[in-house]
């Protein structure tokens, strides 16, 4: 997912003087949609810094010390959500129409000891680090070392995962060979279907009490975990049913307070007609909070703060990856829209105010940071939410409809970081949204993303998904599908193919360290035949793939024994019929997928060593090795005739792309189908790489196709950096030589000058570039519309370029958030200059 | 001596977006009759191949200076030099070197590699209802060639395009018309004197050639270069203007084409740095008056094409 976008302002600055100094965006800084509520409301989500709340932590360490080894594990769980539920800080915000925050104010982050406990030396990293930092005040960090961190040391998920693991994972996972995602975050990556928007925590409730009733302790061996699991998710239901009745009581009384400041004050009637309005608000706010999740959503604003209530419970009880995602959203709150435009009781303006609202909440919740190494690397947190507009209905039918627009409309106009969005552009979809789509793609922004769902029916179909269950489904996080509501797909890590490639023409040893790290394959200067070669790296690669396995499967098992999560499993299908969680094989699919990075650096490398060493036979091995071992020192002429010597990936060309489609397709029989150890539950891949392919490109030396130690592998399914030099459609046909149907998602990342897309005509041509692309059966397309001096300039000065948004591979971020190795990634990538 | 089942090409463009209607392809074909000023594929108006050398890509490893089979390459503090008279374009050094800063202009293709490269973008032309434009250089000079070419691309259903600056016979241009579905047609200077001093030759053939074109119901777009202080004058806008409203048949659409110097290194590259032109780009005022006068006579115009 490199993929990328620029944005040019829209974050407010702060006056010199914040008092009463607000803000005023210049006209074509705001779509002209964007009232006043909403204005203040994002700039309130804009300027409020990252800070970490230490709340929660101290609520479960209490409720622990307490009640560990009394209560069931899934009780436990649910009865500490309970327990926060019932005593965290509430918060409703001036202005605010949809309301609820996971921390005690925005941007404010709770974390998650009993996953991963933060050291003293995280917190200050996190405090005092120039990237996307996280305050928090030196009394929280003193509270933390004597309550928190004693009680969990020894007691988390990622220190009970670290004292299983075998030498041979330890040292491969150390080489960078591979990524685990679990040992910092619960597996995640889920999104919703309708069902919230039909059936409340009462009826979802009414269900379980009936399943709890006839239950049958004689012959259900399972009988016992069942009604555990059954009554978690009850009292998880009322966790978030109480969660949103002290959102009710706080309303009613903020309208109380302002009923009595209106009667006693003689202040002018804007400011009394003002607070009467919105006393009526609170009211109103209160009713909608009364009303869901308890019950069914009857019109557009419960429907939205049911479903923010949802998303809220979900990423309070456990922090899962990529958090939460209401899936279809325009599909979900369409007949809500359109009941209430029928009957006249709300307007599209209306409308798109409360959806703006509900855009803004999202954007106040930036991921909670990870531990260790990673608190100091890594720059971007974001919680990865991809709303899904257009697609396909569960009938097969087109999904988008007048919200759709309405959608797109508000995220163009929000110009925010979270959510993020994407558009779904399949067969059916009409000319008119894949051009709205186009307007919003032209400013630059890299939203949205662009998806092919007629391709990811049939990958979900082929991973054995019903196909009703397959329309349904779509991309969550970044270009991962999944069937929404229905499935846990869990991304358990990245792996660094280029790596296995390298440990490989090393025999075993990884050579920038010297340390034996794989099979011994062979001396490649023994090798006779390319062949030969390939047959080694294959045997590297299953190697490396089954290691991984083991311990993934093995982290999962701690998740479904020590950290369940009962109120994820009450809105995902099967979990409750089933009376499984959705960590223990609950959900109606079960998938464990591996993102494989680099399909670029590793072709190109492959093509190289095939090309000039065994075809031309232009070079010897043992002259490319060593070579490659020095990083190409005193080797230039050797190493420019390989970058411009070779047939490299993204060039339609068959000498390379049959390199990459054998590497794919070996990738896919390697990792596709393996059981992972839930019932019927199976390994998919997809070809997904988010900032990884930066870590990955820092662990290796050299490369074969002439990319330099230290830098970056390739991205996704993209070529390699400059390696592709015949315009977009040469790049999507060498992509889609390998069928995109047997991963979970694959990614191409394509940068355009702004000068491609000037005119309507030239958006037309954009838009039918997509749809060729996706003919040709591709998943995923993203643009970044950029120009270089755009982005050196924002290098040499990065405070005038504070808003400039760059979309990679999936996600966005500000540019001056990335370090400096991910800015130098943008600038280096290819540009499809039209001139 | 080149068959009719091969040509020279310079380039194949893909992704081409404003040469024709839809997603296309373009093939550059060697060899020019005009000499325009401000030229911005000079690698195009030789009809032999050429060596084009970028000093900037050049790391001096000597390769092609051992490499070469006549001697003719010598290695300087300023990069390589050549002796032309040594030199036979035999393309040994392009071949060598490993930075491509020494790279031949002028591949000669078949017309079976040629339509291979071309079927590579089916779907392109399919979803856009884009095609293949055949440019140059000058592609009526090679009609035969193009003939095949144009029949080859119809009975595969893509659509074709010729750009052309019209100074061919009538007969070949005709010829060509009857199996081509769309002209670029280029217009540089009404008066035939200032088109003799900026393009090397007078006009009228190439304006006569547009009225029988247009005579036979042809598809016609007319692509203007301006360049500033050369064509974008009043008086020269409205000759054109008036002779295009005159036409027979359907008006043609009317592109302007704003010149640019990023020809500037291509010009370097072919060791003929010195007969670059700095020209002017037009006055957006001039565009903007141009589009109107345009209007005015009632044509259709836009900048770009």
Not at chain 1, 539 to 560: G, T
Not at chain 1, 581 to 599: E, F, K, M
Not at chain 1, 643 to 669: H, K, W
Not at chain 2, 24 to 32: M, T
Request: aromatic share 8%; hydrophobic share 35%; glycine share 8%.
């Amino acid at each position: 997912m490199f993929e990328k976008v620029i944005i040019h302002n829209t974050i407010p600055e702060r006056g010199a003087s914040s008092e009463g100094n607000f803000y005023e965006p210049k006209a074509e800084q705001i779509g002209p949609g964007m009232n006043e509520r909403i204005q203040q409301l994002r700039k309130l989500s804009v300027e409020t810094e990252p800070s970490l709340s230490i709340e929660r932590a101290l609520h479960e360490t209490e409720f622990y010390r307490e009640n560990f080894g009394k209560l069931s594990v899934p009780v436990l769980r649910a009865a500490n959500f309970y327990d926060h539920c019932a005593r965290k800080t509430i918060y409703l915000g001036e202005g605010e129409l949809i309301v609820g925050e996971r921390g005690p104010r925005p941007k404010c982050v709770p974390t998650f000891p009993e996953l991963t406990c933060h050291s003293v030396e995280d917190l200050n990293v996190l405090n005092t680090r120039e990237l996307q930092r996280y305050t928090i005040s030196e009394e929280d960090i003193e509270t933390y070392r004597t309550t928190v961190i004693p009680f969990w040391a020894g007691k988390t998920q990622r220190e009970r995962i670290f004292a299983h693991v075998p030498e041979s994972w330890r040292l491969a996972y150390e080489a960078g060979m591979f990524t685990e995602f679990m040992e910092q975050r619960a597996p995640g990556h889920t999104a919703l279907d309708g069902k919230i928007y039909q059936r409340g925590m009462l009826d979802f409730k009414a269900e379980i009490a009936g399943l709890l009733a006839s239950i049958d302790y004689l012959n259900d061996p399972e009988a016992t975990d069942k009604a555990e699991e059954w009554k978690a998710m009850e009292i998880s239901c009322d966790a978030v049913i109480l969660f949103a009745e002290r959102h009710a009581e706080l309303a009613e009384r903020m309208a109380e307070e302002l009923g009595v400041a209106i009667s006693n004050c003689d202040e002018d009637e804007t400011v009394i007609e003002n607070r009467g309005t919105r006393r009526t608000e609170l009211l109103r706010i209160a009713e909608v909070c009364r009303r869901v999740p308890s019950h069914a959503p009857r019109n557009l604003w419960e429907a939205i703060q049911m479903y923010w209530f949802v998303h809220l419970g979900t990423i309070t009880e456990l922090n899962g990856w990529d958090a939460m995602n209401p899936g279809h959203f325009d599909q979900h709150l369409a007949p809500f829209y359109e009941k209430e435009l029928a009957e006249v009781t709300l307007t599209r303006e209306q409308a798109k105010e409360l959806i703006s609202c509900f855009w803004i909440k999202v954007n106040n919740h930036p991921a909670p940071p990870k531990v260790g190494i990673t608190a100091r690397e890594s720059g971007t947190y974001n919680d990865f939410t991809n709303i899904n507009i257009g697609g396909i209905r569960r009938d097969g039918s087109d999904g988008t409809s007048e919200l759709s627009y309405l959608l797109l409309e508000v995220a163009e106009e929000l110009h925010i970081l979270q959510p993020g969005f994407s558009v779904h552009i399949g067969k059916q979809t009409p000319d008119a949204f894949l051009m709205a789509a186009m307007r919003v793609i032209r400013q630059g922004h890299g939203y949205p993303s662009v998806f092919n769902p007629d391709v990811y029916v049939a990958e979900l179909v082929r991973q054995g998904k019903s196909l009703e269950d397959a329309h349904e489904g779509g991309c969550s996080g970044c270009i991962e599908v999944g069937a929404f509501g229905k499935e846990a797909y869990l991304l358990t890590g990245y792996l660094n193919v280029p790596k296995i490639l390298e440990v490989t023409l090393n025999n075993g040893i990884n050579p920038v360290t010297g340390i034996p790290v794989g099979l011994q394959t062979g001396d490649p200067r023994t090798f006779q035949t390319y062949e030969e070669l390939y047959d080694a790296f294959l045997k590297q690669l299953h190697y490396v793939v089954d290691l991984k396995m083991r311990v993934s499967n093995y982290i999962d098992r701690m998740f479904a024994k020590y950290a369940p999560a009962p109120f994820l499993s009450v809105v995902i299908d099967d979990c409750v019929t089933r009376g499984r969680d959705y960590y223990d094989g609950g959900p109606r699919y079960n998938t464990s997928y591996i993102q494989c990075c680099g399909l670029g650096t590793t072709t190109d490398s492959l093509a190289a060593l095939k090309h000039h060493v065994f075809e031309a036979q232009r070079f010897p091995m043992d002259r490319v090795l060593n070579a490659v071992l020095h990083n190409f020192e005193g080797e230039e002429v050797l190493r420019q005739t390989i970058m411009n010597r070779t047939p490299f990936f993204g060039n339609d060309d068959d000498f390379a792309d049959s390199i990459a489609v054998q590497v794919y397709n070996d990738l896919v029989d390697a990792i596709d189908g393996k059981p992972n150890i839930k019932p019927g539950g199976k390994y998919h891949l997809n070809m997904l790489s988010t900032t990884c392919h930066v870590y990955f490109g820092k662990v290796m030396g050299a490369t074969p196709n002439g990319r330099l130690s230290g830098k970056s592998i390739s991205d996704g399914t993209s070529p390699s950096h400059g390696a592709d030099t015949h315009g977009p459609s040469a790049v999507m046909k060498s992509l889609t030589k390998f069928d995109h149907t047997r991963s979970g998602g694959t990614l191409l990342n394509q940068r355009f000058l702004p000068s491609l897309l000037k005119k309507e005509e030239d958006r037309v041509k954009l838009g039918q570039l997509i749809r060729s692309y996706f003919t040709l059966g591709g998943h995923h397309v993203q643009f970044n519309i950029v120009d270089t001096a755009t982005l050196l300039a924002a290098q040499a000065c990065p405070s005038d370029y504070k808003d400039l948004m760059v979309r990679m591979a999936g996600y966005s971020d500000y540019f001056n958030d990335m370090n400096a190795d991910l800015q130098r990634e943008v600038i280096e990538r290819t540009e499809n200059s039209g001139l | 001596m080149i068959k009719s089942e091969e040509g020279l090409l310079f380039d194949l463009k893909r992704y081409a977006i404003h040469d024709g209607p839809g997603i296309r392809i373009v093939v550059f074909l060697k060899g020019c009759n005009l000499n325009c000023a401000w030229c911005h594929n000079p690698e195009g108006i030789e009809a032999g191949p050429e060596r084009m050398y970028a000093p900037a890509r050049c790391i001096g490893c000597g390769t092609c200076v051992s490499a070469c089979p006549n001697g003719a390459l010598t290695l300087t503090p300023a990069g390589i030099v050549t002796d032309e008279s040594l030199c036979e374009l035999c393309g040994t050094c392009a071949a060598v070197c490993p930075t491509k800063a020494i790279e031949m202009s002028g591949t000669l293709q078949t017309l079976e590699q040629l339509m291979f490269e071309i079927g590579k973008e089916r779907t392109f032309f399919e979803q856009s209802g884009g095609g293949v434009t055949f440019s140059g250089g000058e592609p009526l000079l090679h009609p035969d060639f193009l003939v095949r070419l144009l029949d080859e691309c119809r009975s595969r259903g893509f659509h074709t395009a010729v750009d052309t600056a019209g100074l061919v016979s009538t007969e070949i241009l005709l010829e060509v018309a009857r199996h081509t579905d769309l002209f670029l047609y280029d217009l540089k200077l009404m008066d035939s004197e200032r088109h003799r001093r900026w393009t090397g030759a007078p006009n009228e053939k190439i304006l006569a050639n547009l009225q029988a074109l247009a005579a036979t119901g042809a598809k016609i777009q007319i692509r203007i270069p301006l360049v500033g202080g050369v064509n974008d004058d009043e008086e020269n806008i409205l000759q054109t203007a008036r002779f295009l409203a005159t036409l027979p048949g359907e008006k043609p659409v009317v592109n302007l084409l704003p010149y640019h110097m990023i020809a500037q290194t291509k010009y370097e590259k072919l060791g003929r740095g010195a007969d670059f032109q700095k020209l002017e780009e037009p006055d957006p005022e001039k565009v903007r008056r141009a589009l109107e006068i345009f209007g005015e006579n009632g044509l259709e115009a836009e900048v770009g094409g």
